[in-house]
């Protein structure tokens, strides 16, 4: 609903075409690293169902420890690409602490619902978690990410802002 309703060009005018335009260079980037991190939680999974290490009556202490696992993750990963972003972004530490955010939100949700859907379809729909959990880890860690990662930099930005933005780095609305 954000993007839809314009705040995309908002987020441009806010924080100017070069930073913008790192931010958006920066989407695959984040999604990429977060995908990783889902599908090895979804194998992990799959492979410890199959493998009899995971059941129903242990499967809440399996999720606890992927999702622990998937938060310092998240921290870690997260300093390492807000650093990237501090310096693409003109040394701004409102635009790296947002990208931080954004993407220790997309590699948590992404370890969550990576671990959950082989459970889910293992044990509550009696599917095939290899062949289902994989897209439906995907799908929901795109939109989450990639929504999170313009949201939370809009909203970080506006706290930190306003910003002085040279003549030729203000974006034209039409």
């Known amino acids: 609903l954000f993007l839809i309703s ?33 599908l090895q939680a979804s194998t992990l999974t799959t492979r410890a169902i199959s493998h009899g290490q995971v059941r129903v009556d242990n499967y809440a202490m399996w999720l606890r420890r992927e999702i622990v696992a998937a938060f310092y993750l998240g921290i870690a ?26 993407q220790f939100i997309g590699i948590l949700t992404a370890g969550f619902t990576g671990t959950l859907a082989p459970l889910l379809f293992t044990f509550i729909f009696k599917r095939d978690s290899g062949k289902w959990g994989g ?10 990410g990639s929504f999170s990662m313009i949201v939370i930099t809009y909203y970080i930005m506006l706290f930190f802002g306003p910003f002085e933005l040279e003549p030729n780095d203000i974006c034209s609305v039409s």
């Open 6 to 38: 314009g705040g995309s060009d908002r987020l441009c005018t806010l924080i100017g075409r070069k930073k913008y335009t790192s931010l958006i260079a920066m989407l695959p980037i984040a999604s990429a690293i977060s995908g990783n991190v889902g």
């Open 135 to 144: 897209p439906l880890e995907t799908a929901v860690q795109d939109v989450v």
């Open 77 to 102: 990963i997260g300093v390492v690409v807000s650093s990237i972003a501090y310096c693409i972004g003109g040394f701004s530490f409102p635009f790296a602490l947002s990208i931080l955010v954004a």
